[in-house]
């Protein structure tokens, strides 16, 4: 949303602003002519009102975003507003009548010196300080904005901030009475030698340093990761109760015994590939193939997926993308079971209960084993055969990094494909965002539905032309046609179908080209469709409710300095837990306050979207397992707690989940095994 974007650019902007205006101000009195004393004071007075103009500009966007959530302005309004609005105000009331006063004193382009009380009115500290405090104030939201971004907002570090704010105020209203004093009694702009200013200068800034250092090196620290631990949280496994009351994560499986009606193999192993460039490239396949194998099974099969890792050093697993298994069957490592090793194999086995596209991934260090090509797809057929001929495919979008930058895919790598399907054939093409942020797909030459998202079906979905499809990372949408007598095009970008370009051309016979890529409506699963029964209604009443706050911030992640992610303030191990019972219905509400979209996938279940924005879903149910959360919306979802287990709950950027952006989901009585650390094989993300 552009007013989280105006309020966050408003916020530096106002610190590099008032800051030019204190050292303008502040430097006037030293003027050597009228002349001099006169340009200082008018170039001091139009900065002012440009920093003047930005905090207006900030006072807007907060009241703008209030509206919205007051979790997009707590802090704003507890701290940054009122830092900002005192000395505004003294600067409006003292600061400008007074430098106007001083400026008509002097007189424009003088070359004679300033009169000896004009100078001692222009470094008064009574028009300087607010000038300075706005300047301190500004500085203040600007690290509260980069370091701080807590949620929900703890009543002590209001008062850490605001303590801040007045000590560094107090020591500069001494230091500027001092100068004053000095600089009234001998007339000197200031005491002491060049060697005496500098050390006093560079003692400031060590201090400053020394206690940055500080911060720094023990931030580091208590943000390492220890060798060993329990990713379902330590405090959980002790809540009450006796072990013996505990059950296993590692015994919530599927079905153990019982003939499998679908078995496959897939064995993980490091495969070398041609890239279109040319380029060879190593990556982690299952099966040597990219994608790995398609896995099509029937509605209410047992499926069993035997997992051998041949030689992928760091171990592998399987996890089944918005299969809602059992918990034992999710494979996550360090949660589920443990990493295969090389040389090592793993069975997983559940029931294909839902129909639906779907797709599996290691979830081993996940963002990198994903990017380097350890995904497949998914899909559940529904039971019976199709009514019509139908050519049904997937189109997984992936991106490849290699030395020469990365190359796009859309099924296969990076070039024009040919599909061909008669005309009259009923389409289904399920497209999997197997990428790490939001994909538009556009397809052109057919009116289209989207008949799934998440694997789930839309209630009575509408034609579609040139709508651009958002597809969140992780997520999948299933698109319907009836396939016209000319040719149907899928691109990721707008304009012209180009032999080298990363498109899709399915024809009746092989020839002719689907019309041009134009810009069109995009599509939103708010209010597409008809509505239909659903799990919840206005009227449910929840028996949890968690809100998960999104935001952006720089700090430590497992001892490493960086630009992270949070949830609540937080990243993991310090992530929340969400607990809940067998049975609960659970309401999450999502804020995204950050700069970047987050598509949060919970695993085990699927979530019904209530509303986004505060505009209720009116269209089809939307049920998803993988749901994106924009800069500055706020959704409110809702599922039933029954998987029991504990389940990651976490950004399906990849990226993001690897800087801790992962939260769970556990319910009361269950444990897991498991560990994670550098003493142990498993790494999740
Ligand atoms: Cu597709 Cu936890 O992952
Ligand atoms: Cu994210």
């Known amino acids: 949303m552009v007013w989280l974007f105006v309020q966050f650019a408003s916020t530096i902007l106002l610190a590099v602003f008032s800051g030019i205006a204190a050292l303008c101000a502040s430097r006037t009195y030293l003027a050597p002519t009228k002349g001099k004393l006169y340009s200082r004071l008018r170039l001091s007075l139009v900065w002012m009102g440009i920093s003047g103009l930005v905090f207006l500009v900030k006072v807007t966007a907060v009241v703008v975003l209030a509206a919205s959530d007051e979790v997009f302005v707590e802090d704003k309004v507890t701290m940054q507003l009122p830092m900002l609005a005192f000395p505004a105000a003294a600067i409006v009331l003292f600061s400008i009548p007074a430098a106007r006063k001083i400026r008509a004193a002097a007189a424009k382009a003088s070359k004679e ?70 600089f009234s009694e001998a007339g000197l702009p200031d005491t002491g030698t060049l060697a005496v200013r500098l050390s006093r200068k560079g003692g400031v800034l060590l201090t400053v340093v020394l206690i940055a250092a500080v911060w720094f090196a023990l931030g580091a620290q ?11 949280g330590h405090e959980h496994a002790h809540t009450g109760g006796t072990a013996s009351q505990f059950v296993s994560v590692a015994d919530l499986t599927g079905p153990q015994t019982g003939k499998a009606d679908q078995s496959f193999i897939l064995e993980a192993k490091k495969t070398m590939i041609t890239l279109p460039s040319g380029e060879r490239k190593e990556a982690w396949t299952y099966n040597g193939q990219i994608p790995g194998p398609e896995l099509r099974v029937k509605q209410g099969d047992l499926v069993e997926v035997t997992l051998i890792n041949k030689d992928v050093d760091a171990g592998v697993t399987i996890h089944w993308h918005g299969v809602d298994v059992p918990n034992a069957e999710d494979g996550v490592a360090g949660m589920t079971q443990d990493a295969v090793m090389p040389q090592q194999q793993h069975v997983y086995r559940f029931i294909a209960e839902q129909a639906g596209t779907y797709w599996y991934h290691s979830h081993q260090q996940s963002s990198k084993q994903v990017r380097m090509g350890l995904y497949g797809i998914f899909i559940v057929e529904p039971d019976g055969a199709p009514p019509q001929k139908t050519a049904d495919m997937a189109v997984v979008l992936h991106k490849w990094q290699t030395e020469s930058g990365t190359s796009v895919t859309l099924g296969e790598l990076n070039r024009l494909q040919h599909k061909t399907a008669e005309p009259g054939t009923f389409v289904r093409l399920r497209f999997v965002n197997a990428e790490n942020i939001l994909a538009p797909i556009y397809i052109s030459g057919v009116p289209f539905q989207v008949a799934a998202i998440d694997g789930t079906d839309i209630h009575e979905p509408e034609d579609l032309t040139n709508a651009r499809l958002d597809l969140a990372a992780g997520g999948r949408y299933d698109v319907t046609f009836v396939m016209p007598d000319t040719a149907v095009g899928i691109s990721r970008q707008i304009g012209p179908f180009v032999q080298d370009g990363n498109v899709l051309v399915i024809s009746p016979s092989n020839e002719g080209m689907p019309p041009d890529i134009i810009k069109g409506p995009v599509f939103d699963p708010v209010s597409y469709g008809t509505p239909a029964k659903t799990k919840f209604g206005p009227d449910t009443r929840y028996d949890r409710n968690y809100k998960l706050v999104f935001d952006n911030r720089l700090g430590f992640y497992n001892g490493k300095f960086t630009f992270v992610q949070t949830i609540n303030g937080h990243v993991f191990p310090d992530a929340p837990m969400f607990t809940v019972r067998e049975g609960d219905l659970v309401k999450m509400t999502f804020v995204n306050r950050g700069f970047e979209d987050h598509p949060m996938h919970l695993h ?56 801790g952006m992962s939260a769970h989901l556990a319910y009361e009585g269950v444990y897991s095994p498991f560990e994670i650390g550098s003493a142990t094989v498993n790494l999740p993300e």
């Not at 008062?159 to 704010?165: E, G, P």
């Not at 208590?222 to 379902?232: D, I, L, N, T, Y």
């Not at 939307?622 to 409110?636: F, H, V």
Request: overall charge positive; aromatic content about 10%.
């Open 604 to 659: 085990g279940h699927h979530i019904q979207v209530l509303s986004r924005n505060g505009k209720v879903v009116a269209g089809s149910p939307w049920i998803a397992d993988t749901l994106n959360a924009a800069p500055g919306e706020t959704y409110e979802v809702a599922f039933v707690a029954d998987n029991p287990g504990i389940w990651m709950d976490h950004c399906h950027n990849l990226d993001h989940a690897a800087v």
């Open 222 to 232: 208590a943000s390492r990761v220890p060798e060993r631990m329990s990713m379902a």
């Open 113 to 182: 010196p300033p009169a000896a009380q004009d100078r001692l009115a222009a470094a008064s500290t009574g028009w300087l300080f607010p000038v300075q405090v706005l300047f301190i104030g500004s500085l203040l939201s600007v690290i509260q904005q980069f370091f701080i971004a807590q949620w929900p907002l703890k009543i002590g570090t209001v008062l850490a901030v605001w303590l801040v704010y007045a000590i560094v105020d107090y020591l500069l209203w001494i230091r500027q009475k001092s100068r004053y004093r000095r």
